[in-house]
């Protein structure tokens, strides 16, 4: 079962097409883990995924593939100031 579905507009670049754009989530892992996947409905567009899992309160992990179908990932540290 899905967490979270959305349908946003979506206009790309001046060759792309524009038409609506779907995302959907789920948190796995006792909600550690936060698996996002959105595609246009053309498709000769990529789809995006995206999965964040957190380490800790202030840490997570995420790793990326995006439209264009470049894999990357990065760690997060957030801080707060009171």
């Excluded at 957190?54 to 760690?75: A, I, P, T």
């Amino acid at each position: 079962m899905v967490d979270r579905i959305q349908v946003d507009p979506f206009t790309g670049g001046a060759k792309s097409s524009s038409g609506p754009r779907l995302t959907a989530e789920k948190r796995l892992l006792e909600d550690r883990l936060l698996v996002t996947y959105s595609a246009t409905l053309d498709p000769s567009q990529e789809q995006l995924i995206r999965m964040i899992y957190e380490l800790g309160k202030n840490v997570s992990l995420v790793g990326e593939r995006d439209q264009d179908g470049q894999m990357g990932g990065d760690v997060r540290f957030r801080f707060e100031f009171r």
